[in-house]
């Protein structure tokens, strides 16, 4: 059965820090995709990325990179040096290939970042 | 582009009422989603379509609860008799193709509080 753990409730940091946020997954496909959803105190769920788990290429966008390692099954986001507008709760989410289409959701970390 | 559209975007409603959702999904995706957001249990795949067909089921909590899609461009989430314990941001969501692991984009919410 897939599961994904998000073992970090709160984060809290200080403007312009670097954080990670720690995603770890457990599937039995050997075909996955990997997500990462923002959702601001707005509370709607922006998408952010998705990865398939033959991709382990890092990949980075601006001040976002995310970090795939398949030998640990983690799906590690990290925000390089981090401003107010980050804050929000990130989720983590796995969808397998023969689930069809079917995502699920870690609990999320609420990440407040203060000037 | 539109995106998920969703309706009522805030709902109040006495215990023992029939509450309706109701979504609009991104036009031509054909896979429909809803998940339940609460503090204790966060994001929760209660129902999925495909084609206008339901294919998983499994996380509708109670027969309370019913969903249906009798077009491509409309669903509903129907309980009743809601309970004060359904209190819940109420998401759907939609994607497209017919390889999973698409990414799925998601409505504002409805935010629904039975009192």
């Known amino acids: 059965a897939q599961k994904v753990t998000q073992a970090q409730t709160e984060i809290s940091v200080v403007e312009k820090e670097d954080v990670t946020l720690d995603c770890v997954y457990e599937?039995?496909?050997?075909?996955?995709?990997l997500f990462w959803y923002k959702q601001p105190p707005s509370g709607e769920l922006v998408f952010l990325i998705r990865?398939?788990?033959?991709?382990?290429q890092n990949e980075i966008s601006g001040r976002y990179s995310w970090n795939f390692q398949k030998s640990t099954s983690s799906f590690n986001f990290t925000i390089t040096a981090s401003q107010v507008v980050d804050s929000a709760v990130y989720f983590c989410?796995?969808?397998?290939?023969?689930?069809?289409?079917?995502?699920?959701f870690g609990s999320g970390t609420r990440l407040s970042i203060r000037p | 582009d539109a995106g998920v559209i969703q309706s009522p975007r805030h709902e109040v409603t006495e215990m023992g009422q029939e509450v309706t959702l109701r979504c609009k999904p991104i036009?031509?995706?054909?896979?429909l989603f809803w998940y339940r957001q609460t503090m204790m249990r966060g994001l929760e795949l209660l129902i999925y379509f495909n084609n206008n067909v339901p294919i998983d089921d499994s996380g509708m909590p109670e027969d309370r609860f019913s969903a249906k899609m009798p077009n491509a461009s409309f669903s509903t989430l129907k309980i009743q008799p809601s309970e004060p314990r359904d209190s819940a941001v109420y998401f759907c969501?939609?994607?497209?193709?017919?390889?999973?692991?698409?990414?799925?984009?998601f409505g504002e919410g409805s935010w629904l509080t039975v009192v």
């Open positions: 036009s031509g995706h054909d896979y």
């Open positions: 990865r398939n788990s033959f991709d382990e």
């Open positions: 599937t039995r496909d050997t075909t996955y995709y």
């Open positions: 969501a939609s994607s497209s193709g017919t390889s999973s692991g698409n990414t799925i984009y």
């Open positions: 989410a796995l969808s397998e290939y023969s689930s069809a289409s079917k995502i699920i």
